[in-house]
């Protein structure tokens, strides 16, 4: 079942505005405008330093901005206090690249975490609420096993679980489908399709994958040395008359212009007029 439109979407469940984020003297995003429409799918890619994963942080409220605003649910996250800000994460699910289950915890244990730390509901509610989880990601009955008993592509359903034990409103993953073979990944994608149905979340996933961008997107945000190169519709991306954006799609390596005094200037730290370059 395909997710709405963003056109007939209710209100933006995410919303950045000239979003500017630097390094030391390093801007990693230039000025980024995007939003995520509640119950749709959007997909961050982009080759290699884009800072796919800086906005990624930034969507998660876990770093801040040089400058630029970002709305999560409707709340500005640059005029949060430490309480308000502990309420929003709530809301918000992150499955983490490589699952980053605790070891020393049984997978049952890991998908409580949350609740262990952010209610006082009592330990036979907060099983049954695992339980119910893991069922949703297809893993009943593994919840007395340790981390180190499953497979990549459980351990990634099990973060997944983890990730909305808490039924937020918006979920992020990162990279689900990186190093998985192409038949479990096309199950993790068709998790996060069913999830988007079931639960009516809102999902962001930063992904290398075309197969799998393309598969789950409703809308495709491409970055591109930090700034916004494409958002549309997965059709509207494949169509894209862009050279950048088809030497993506089509994974082919861009030549690189050769500026002979910046090439010098880079090796030796100085400028060709003899200042300390930047």
Do not use: W
């Amino acid at each position: 079942m395909a997710a709405p439109s963003p056109d007939t979407a209710g209100a933006p469940v995410i919303e950045v505005e000239d979003l500017v984020t630097h390094y030391g003297p390093r801007m990693i995003l230039k000025g980024v405008d995007m939003d995520v429409q509640e119950g749709e799918i959007m997909v961050i890619m982009g080759g290699s330093g884009s800072g796919k994963s800086t906005l990624l942080r930034h969507l998660m409220a876990l770093e801040y901005p040089t400058s630029g605003i970002i709305r999560l649910l409707g709340q500005d996250v640059g005029r949060l206090g430490t309480l308000e800000m502990l309420d929003l994460r709530k809301r918000l699910g992150v499955a983490f690249q490589g699952g980053a289950l605790f070891s020393s915890m049984t997978v049952g244990e890991n998908i409580m975490l949350p609740l262990s730390e952010h209610t006082d509901l009592d330990p036979m509610t907060m099983q049954i609420m695992a339980r119910i989880k893991l069922e949703v990601v297809n893993l009943a009955g593994f919840e007395d096993l340790m981390p180190s008993e499953l497979s990549g592509g459980m351990i990634k359903r099990a973060a997944v679980a983890r990730a909305i034990i808490m039924d937020p409103k918006i979920l992020f993953c990162d990279e689900p489908s990186a190093g998985l073979d192409p038949a479990v990944a096309s199950a993790l994608d068709d998790l996060l399709l069913r999830l988007r149905d079931a639960m009516g979340m809102s999902i962001v996933v930063v992904t290398h994958e075309l197969d799998s961008a393309f598969k789950i997107a409703d809308r495709i945000t491409v970055l591109d040395q930090g700034k916004i190169l494409f958002i549309g519709p997965t059709e509207e991306l494949r169509n894209h008359k862009s050279e950048r954006i088809q030497n993506l799609l089509n994974r082919r390596a861009e030549e690189e212009i050769l500026d002979v005094d910046a090439y010098l200037s880079r090796l030796t730290g100085v400028t060709v007029d003899g200042g300390a370059s930047l």
